[in-house]
Nanobody, 114 residues
């Protein structure tokens, strides 16, 4: 059974940082491509970043110079280090993988507000 569990969300002020984590189980984490998506109120879910089993990463243009995606294979954990956060980063952030079919975590709320 595939399970993705996010943690690390919260409320911060503009310019601050947060680190999201996703604990994965039920997949071969070593080779699975893992990703982060987000959904703001009233908007469609959008791609944020992903990372292959080999460590190649891709980012949405809106976060490319501020966010860093990483993974820890022995721990089966995915991370998203978010720096210089902006109000427009406010959203529910979801961990994602495609293992026979798409899987999503339950999401973690990130709020950036002064």
């Amino acid at each position: 059974q595939v399970r993705l569990v996010e943690s690390g969300g919260g409320s911060v002020q503009p310019g601050e940082s947060l680190r999201l984590s996703c604990a994965a189980s039920g997949i071969n984490f070593k080779i699975a491509t893992m990703g982060w998506y987000r959904q703001a109120p009233g908007k469609q879910r959008e791609f944020v970043a992903n990372i292959t089993g080999g460590g190649s990463a891709d980012y949405a243009d809106s976060v490319r110079d501020r966010f860093v995606i990483s993974r820890d294979w022995p721990k089966n954990k995915l991370y998203l280090q978010m720096n210089t956060l902006k109000p427009e980063d406010t959203a529910v952030y979801y961990c994602h993988t495609h293992w026979v079919r798409p899987y999503w975590g339950q999401g973690t709320q990130v709020t950036v507000s002064s």
